[in-house]
């Protein structure tokens, strides 16, 4: 299995740029979970989806964020315009789902993001 | 609120020793899980080892293994036989295992392990 895939794994924008994040997650997978890390604020989830759907997006932080998953194998995170305050590592992570038994997470390899 | 506490940035060990890492947590919830993950410097995700809250027998995976005290909210990893491969963060999650999916992370810890 080629586990969960992230590109690209390094982004440098300049500030006010849009920015695309792109995530596969594993075969089988129904849930996916987009976190940001940062030293100051660790590791925060932005917006999970279960079947495709959106099911939380408390933690996204302004209406610069958004995410979309238009298919059971794809989902993106854009940030448009880019702060430099966004720069951060971003990771996708999936899961079987959300019922009980199917909590186990899998990180992709993360998107380190800068914005200058 | 759900919190998940790592009480140590920071720990060493040598090669071979054994070290434990503490986490605490909170919830009013019965049914959830807890899970450790490992991030070296690569920065990939690793999950290490996971426990059923509605399971006494503590997880154990090779040379890992927690202490899982229910009760007290505690949930330790405990890394036996240190290798240098075993260097990187530690960070501890709680899930509640209802119908929500995500897990609340620790701070985590930064573990070094010395030749």
């Known amino acids: 299995d080629a586990g969960v895939i992230q590109s690209p794994r390094h982004e440098v924008t300049e500030m006010g740029q849009e920015v695309t994040l792109r995530c596969k997650p594993i075969?089988?997978?129904?849930?996916l979970f987009w976190y940001r890390q940062t030293m100051m604020r660790g590791l925060e989830l932005l917006i999970y989806?279960?079947?495709?759907?959106?099911?939380?997006d408390s933690g996204m932080p302004e209406d610069r964020f958004s995410a979309k998953m238009p298919n059971a194998s794809f989902s993106t995170l854009k940030i448009q315009p880019s702060e430099p305050r966004d720069s951060a590592v971003y990771f996708c992570?999936?899961?079987?789902?959300?019922?009980?038994?199917?909590?186990?997470?899998?990180f992709g390899p993360g998107t380190r993001l800068t914005v200058t | 609120a759900q919190t998940v506490t790592q009480s140590q940035p920071e720990m060493s060990v040598q090669e071979a020793e054994t070290v434990t890492l503490s986490c605490t947590y909170d919830?009013?919830?019965?049914?959830?899980?807890l899970f450790w993950y490992k991030q070296p410097p690569s920065r990939q995700m690793i999950l290490v080892i996971r426990?059923?809250?509605?399971?006494?027998q503590n997880a154990t995976e090779n040379r890992f293994s927690v202490n899982f005290q229910k009760a007290a909210k505690s949930f330790s990893l405990k890394i036996s036989d240190s290798q240098l491969g075993d260097t990187a963060m530690y960070f501890c999650?709680?899930?509640?295992?209802?119908?929500?999916?995500?897990?609340?992370f620790g701070k985590g810890t930064k573990l070094s392990v010395k030749p």
């Open positions: 075969s089988g997978h129904n849930s």
């Open positions: 992570a999936s899961s079987l789902g959300l019922g009980a038994g199917s909590y186990e997470q899998y």
């Open positions: 989806f279960n079947n495709n759907v959106p099911i939380d």
């Open positions: 426990q059923e809250a509605y399971k006494q």
């Open positions: 919830t009013s919830e019965n049914n959830y899980y």
């Open positions: 999650a709680h899930n509640y295992g209802g119908s929500q999916g995500n897990l609340i």
